[in-house]
């Protein structure tokens, strides 16, 4: 009876210790939960937390982050005297920019974040009942300013080790011998930095050890200058290609060891570098690469105009030796340049509002014409051309091609398989276009016509003249028809056909108005008195020595009108 009253007992006190601990569990585990978002929520480091002895604790981030730069701020005034054999220098923490690793707030910060729930809790308790938590941290050095401290150093200390030296440049290596002497230790003087930086006023005597500097190895400073000399050469297949040549570059080897084993530490030579000229260059090429006559064209000029002359002249200097790859466009524009007097040009006869009149750079058209042609006889594909609003004189209608800076261009591109070559002069009255390069074995040959299909009859202009007198009158400008022509190119083969006959382009041409100043000035009639007879005195004929020539004579066109350059008003060269 005894044993079942005790044993209902034992029962009843088992089933409330469970109860007690199950209550105790569910408590603990609620206030877990609840420390745990606490803790999640809270952005605060935790207490007790330091940094290198600095507290942290209830900072955030950046409150933390600025109470580590404030003590960066102390420590970096802190005073270093480095010390070597008599030398002394003084140096801050500013001076070789000490600093904190951006990963120990992190640390500071993920304290107690970073475990279980049970093991952040665990350590956020403990926090609270005082334990604290030290995080050491090395201090940084910034690499460039410690370097930089090491350069003065070196300057600065008269025994401290220098290796040899050299610099290159286009002719010449300066190369200086080194010094023996004692080397600093570089990372053992680092972390005595770091050390004493935290006490100012910190004697540090620099580290240093017995050092050979680094020489120079002549045969390693050889293959860093040397350059093989190529030859310019050339490649005829799907593309043509031009290898330019390369001059070698090198030095004598065993003169220059001879001269540096003579030198004492300290001491500077220099070493001539030997240029290698190549045995072919791109401009001995010129006789295998443009040793055939594409085609030439002349057109004849005044000579005794010298303006326009000089102005052909210039055009011509900039174009002559012009060279032009596969594939490549030459644009006259570019080439010859602005038409301004600081370049050289001069006024000349221009056309301007269906007149011909004076302009800067007058008369460079016509060394565009004659390229245009010489252009079209080699075949080659004309990207941009305009004709003149009149008719010019030293062309047939359909075969000029005028230019004006900035708006209007003559371009065409190199369309054959090999490089061409332009030769442009102008002499003795005669401006000629001659365009050199490799002829095809079936090469064809080109013709140009011109058909002219309307003529515009000139019209007459008379124009009052009040400074002349009246039933006098002045011819000023000769009259030029206008025309409407088309140009073809004909195309043959080597034995004469016809391979194509294509039209170029079709052009209309304003006629030129013969223009006639009529005198309106009233003249006072006078009665007129005969003449006192004079008798004859017998002269002997005379010749002039320098007879001017006549610029206008043989020609029906207007002064100066093979002369022309642009045909918009306003817009001459």
Request: aromatic residues 8%; charged residues 25%; proline residues 4%.
């Amino acid at each position: 009876m005894n044993q079942i009253l005790y044993s209902k007992k034992s029962e009843q006190k088992i089933k409330i210790l469970a109860i007690i601990f199950c209550t105790l569990l569910v408590l603990l585990i609620i206030v877990s939960i609840s420390f745990g978002i606490a803790n999640q929520t809270n952005d605060k480091i935790l207490r007790g937390v330091s940094i290198n002895n600095l507290s942290v604790e209830e900072l955030t981030m950046e409150q933390a982050r600025t109470h580590l730069n404030d003590e960066l701020q102390r420590l970096s005034k802190n005073e270093i005297i480095l010390v070597l054999d008599g030398y002394t220098k003084k140096i801050t923490g500013e001076d070789i920019g000490i600093s904190f690793s951006d990963s120990v707030l992190e640390e500071a910060y993920n304290y107690g974040r970073t475990g279980n729930l049970l093991a952040n809790n665990y350590t956020v308790l403990f926090s609270y009942l005082n334990k604290k938590h030290e995080i050491s941290t090395d201090l940084l050095i910034d690499e460039s300013k410690y370097q930089s401290l090491l350069e003065e150093l070196h300057n600065e200390v008269g025994t401290i080790v220098k290796d040899d030296s050299y610099t290159i440049t286009d002719n010449k290596i300066e190369l200086e011998k080194g010094i023996e002497g004692k080397q600093i230790k570089e990372q053992e003087l680092k972390d005595m930095l770091l050390a004493s930086i935290v006490n100012t006023g910190a004697e540090i005597e620099i580290p240093v050890e017995k050092g050979l500097p680094k020489r120079v190895d002549f045969d390693k400073l050889y293959d860093e200058i040397y350059v093989e000399k190529v030859n310019a050469s050339y490649e005829m297949g799907e593309t043509f290609e031009v290898t330019k040549e390369v001059y070698g570059v090198e030095f004598n080897k065993e003169e220059a060891i001879q001269q540096y084993t003579a030198l004492n530490d300290g001491e500077k030579m220099e070493i001539a570098l030997i240029s290698v000229e190549p045995d072919i260059k791109v401009s001995d090429l010129n006789d295998a690469l443009f040793k055939d006559v594409l085609s030439t064209y002349q057109t004849k000029y005044d000579k005794y105009y010298t303006n326009r002359v000089r102005n052909l002249e210039l055009a011509a200097e900039k174009i002559n030796g012009t060279i032009l790859y596969p594939g490549e466009e030459f644009s006259y524009n570019k080439v010859v340049g602005e038409r301004t007097s600081a370049n050289g040009f001069k006024a000349a006869h221009v056309f301007a509002g269906g007149k011909v009149v004076d302009g800067l750079g007058g008369g460079i058209c016509q060394i565009s014409t004659t390229l245009y042609n010489t252009v079209l006889l080699s075949n080659l594909e004309v990207t941009e051309r305009k004709a003149h609003m009149m008719h010019t004189g030293y062309v047939d209608p359909g075969r000029d091609a005028t230019v004006v800076y900035g708006a209007i261009d003559f371009r065409f591109k190199n369309n054959r398989k090999t490089p061409i070559k332009i030769e442009m002069t102008v002499k003795d009255g005669i401006a000629t276009s001659t365009i050199y390069g490799l002829k095809e074995a079936d090469e064809p040959t080109v013709e140009i016509k011109t058909v002219i299909l309307k003529t515009i009859p000139y019209q007459t202009v008379n124009e009052n003249d009040p400074t002349m007198n009246e039933g006098t009158t002045k011819v000023v400008q000769s009259p030029v028809n206008g025309y409407v022509s088309e140009t073809y190119k004909i195309i043959k083969n080597a034995a004469g056909e016809e391979i194509s006959n294509t039209l170029v382009s079709k052009d209309s041409y304003q006629q030129t108005s013969k223009i006639v100043k009529v005198g309106t000035k009233k003249v006072a009639v006078e009665p007129e008195t005969p003449p006192a007879p004079v008798e004859p005195t017998p002269t002997e004929p005379t010749t002039p020595t320098n007879p001017t020539p006549d610029t206008n004579s043989g020609s029906s066109l207007p002064t100066g009108w093979d002369n022309p350059e642009s045909p918009y008003a306003g817009g001459g060269q």
